[in-house]
């Protein structure tokens, strides 16, 4: 029996573990917002499963182990098969208005993703059916199981990678099948033995084909299809993977000016997860690096002496170049990705000129907002790096992308570690209608009012042709400052966007637009008395983001709806515009598919013998298991802000809800639980139990057919105390 026990936790925690390193594939292969499905086809899957167990009982034989031991070893071969299935298939989201195919190939990469988690849940099922008595300790392997499974995945992902990460899942369920063979059929353990050392090889050396299809979108694809384009690096850990690439179409200056003539020195691209491609600059002793004086993020050190500065994201570590050059005394870097600092510092360290050694810099591997909690230090500058790729305001592919460094609590942050006359600097894209730099400012313009001063005192801004710089002063600028403000735009042919009692024949000189939107906007928005009214009638969503809601990205609307259908099929983004739709197209496809293949199945119990279900029993346990998640997902978002990545806020929850789950289902028996629901009637209920916990209840009656068990990636829920499956019944 305990050789059935541990199977089950070989194949929880194989199921977790896979379930996260979806979500780490999916980021790299589509974007991050396609990260969500993975949660989804765990859901599905376990449902489909347990809907299955109760519409066909001959899934339940007496020979318990040998139908484990299908179910496992099919589980085991189906992982890294659906794998290479959706990774080959050619599933575009940016054709999906346009070529009906995709809708297809869609559906299929979804569906057949589920199909481990439908294999995984007739394993954990099928004994919770049939070993009355042994739940408490079915449910507590497996929630034991899944937790191990949490760790397991952030381990694997840093050492083998997504891939790997899927073969190591694959070779956990082949464990499982060799204990259930052992001792049984020598023909399924040296079959069983066969699949172990084969997942042994690849995860020691993963073949070409496992590698992950990426995007042909992402800034990485673009860069290798240069003439010449070469990736010289890949490296994994738990919540990103980061490549290098030397590519002739890497070259990148966020808002260089157009006065500079100049050639820019050589420069690798650095990327995480494909994205958000940042330059390694050449910087050794010959190299020409005036284009550094060209950029808008050198104006604050015109107004601040021998600064004591913190760059937050410094990437490959441009900004730290115009630090250092313009003469800061002590720069601060908080990069979050320990990856990018080995990269940039240690790997081509001596390409980019030694910056991240000079004596002048600390480097510190942590998010901003931790570092800022846990010091006293005051800074005369605080940099926000532009460290993210240009996404047009209208994809809404990252709008619920959690970001804790742009929210009113950051901004709140950073005012209070400004000394008296420091700055805080933010560089964010431009955009049109105006976003990016509109919501930086108000978000500034948040934290200025909850410190008690007027904002319209303390802002300035600039445009280049593709981004804006917003400075907010600690104190009031002089008027010395905002001359070296217009002069050095003038010089550096820039557009003034709003400076205190700033005249509107100042603004759009240079990159001309029909009118001067972005004075308007900002002008419009400090001078608004109602801001939430602003924000209401405004086109786009740029309220200031809070901790509870860090969706920096999430600028949609449903007023502008008219406009995206109206654009459907019509432009190259996804459903006219708007990417956010794409995470209703995944909700509308996951109840389309659970309903096809859980709730209607389930119609056939009556034909079946069975009562089908009711109502009352449903509603019940569908609550309990939303409740569960209402917990789950808070928590895994809240941790975002302390752990710094979501993989690691996803690992660490849903190990401690697993494993003290587990605990509680192990203690169920010897605790008075009482009743959970009232037994209507002598009745016997056939009853759909959708849970994700393992809460179990005592009704005191008989179940006719086996339950049938909606599950979750939080291992499946079953009537326990009181039950008994009738000797005799079919599938006992």
């Not at 217009?486 to 700033?502: C, G, H, I, N």
């Not at 690691?648 to 929850?653: D, K, N, P, R």
Request: charged share 15%; hydrophobic share 45%.
């Amino acid at each position: 029996m305990f050789s059935l026990y541990l199977a089950i936790s070989l194949i929880s925690a194989a199921t977790l573990t896979f379930e996260i390193a979806l979500t780490r594939i999916f980021s790299v292969a589509q974007g991050y917002h396609f990260a969500f499905m993975a949660v989804s086809l765990a859901l599905l899957g376990f449902g489909a499963s347990g809907t299955a167990l109760a519409v066909f009982p001959k899934l339940l034989r007496r020979d318990l182990p040998s139908s484990l031991f299908t179910y496992s070893f099919l589980f085991s071969l189906s992982l890294p098969t659906c794998y290479l299935i959706s990774n080959y298939i050619p599933f575009d989201s940016y054709q999906i208005t346009w070529d009906r195919r995709q809708i297809l190939y869609l559906a299929i990469y979804y569906l057949s993703l589920a199909l481990p988690f439908f294999l995984a849940g007739l394993t954990i099922g099928a004994p919770l059916a049939l070993l009355v008595g042994q739940e408490s300790r079915i449910y507590f392997f497996n929630l034991a199981g899944s937790g191990l499974g949490c760790i397991v995945a952030l381990v694997s992902l840093s050492l083998a990678g997504g891939e790997g990460t899927v073969v190591l899942a694959s070779l956990g369920g082949a464990l499982a099948a060799l204990l259930l063979a052992y001792g049984r059929s020598p023909g399924r353990i040296a079959a069983s033995i066969a699949v172990v050392v084969v997942w042994l090889l690849i995860l020691l050396r993963p073949p070409d084909y496992f590698t992950i299809k990426m995007s042909p979108y992402k800034p990485l694809s673009n860069s290798l299809r240069y003439k010449g384009a070469e990736l010289l690096l890949r490296r994994w850990n738990a919540f990103s993977r980061v490549d290098v690439v030397k590519s002739p179409g890497v070259h990148a200056a966020p808002g260089l000016s157009p006065s500079y003539f100049g050639p820019l020195p050589t420069q690798l691209g650095i990327t995480t997860d494909g994205d958000n491609l940042r330059p390694l600059t050449s910087a050794a002793s010959n190299t020409d690096l005036r284009f550094l004086d060209y950029l808008p993020v050198s104006l604050p050190y015109l107004l601040l002496t021998e600064p004591r500065a913190l760059i937050i994201e410094p990437g490959g570590g441009v900004d730290l170049l115009v630090a250092l050059r313009k003469g800061a005394h002590k720069v601060v870097a908080v990069e979050a990705n320990p990856l990018i600092t080995y990269v940039a510092r240690d790997l081509y360290g001596d390409f980019a000129g030694g910056v991240f050694q000079d004596q002048r810099v600390t480097v510190v591997n942590e998010i901003g907002r931790s570092y800022l909690q846990r010091t006293d230090a005051q800074f005369d500058l605080i940099q926000l790096s532009l460290s993210d790729s240009f996404r047009p305001v209208t994809s809404g592919a990252y709008s619920l992308q959690e970001n804790y460094t742009y929210t009113q609590e950051a901004f709140t942050e950073y005012w209070e570690h400004l000394l008296p006359q420091g700055i805080l600097m933010v560089h964010r894209w431009l955009q049109m209608p105006p976003s990016e730099g509109l919501r930086a400012l108000a978000l500034a313009t948040t934290a200025l009012e909850r410190a008690g001063v007027d904002p319209g005192q303390h802002i300035a801004a600039l445009r280049s042709f593709s981004t804006m710089l917003l400075l907010v002063k600690r104190s009031q600028f002089t008027p010395q400052e905002i001359w070296n403000i217009r002069e050095f735009a003038s010089e550096k042919q820039l557009d003034l966007v709003y400076y205190p009692d700033m005249p509107i024949e100042e603004a759009n000189k240079i990159y001309l637009l029909e009118k001067p939107e972005y004075y308007l906007a900002c002008q419009d928005l400090l001078r608004a008395q109602d801001k939430a009214e602003f924000y209401r009638a405004y086109p786009f969503d740029v309220s200031p983001p809070s901790d509870d809601r860090p969706f920096f990205f999430h600028f949609f609307t449903w007023k502008q709806i008219p406009a995206i259908l109206e654009s459907l099929g019509k432009i190259w983004q996804p459903f006219g515009g708007s990417g956010y739709l794409v995470l209703w197209a995944f909700l509308i496809l996951a109840l389309l598919a659970s309903l096809v293949l859980i709730i209607l199945p389930l119609s056939f119990l009556r034909e079946m013998g069975g009562r089908g279900i009711r109502g009352r029993v449903f509603l019940y346990f569908f609550l309990l298991g939303l409740g569960y998640l209402f917990v789950e997902i808070p928590l895994i978002q809240r941790f975002i802000l302390f752990l710094g990545h979501p993989v690691y806020a996803l690992g660490t929850v849903l190990f401690a809800l697993l494993t003290f789950s587990g605990l509680g289902s192990l203690s169920s028996p010897r605790l008075p639980l009482g009743r959970g629901l009232p037994p209507s009637g002598s009745d016997d209920l056939s009853l759909p139990l959708s849970s994700a916990s393992s809460v179990q209840i005592a009704l005191g009656t008989k179940v006719r057919a086996p339950p049938s068990i909606f599950y979750s990636h939080l291992g499946p829920l079953r009537l326990s105390h009181g039950f008994a499956l009738p000797q005799g019944d079919s599938g006992n």
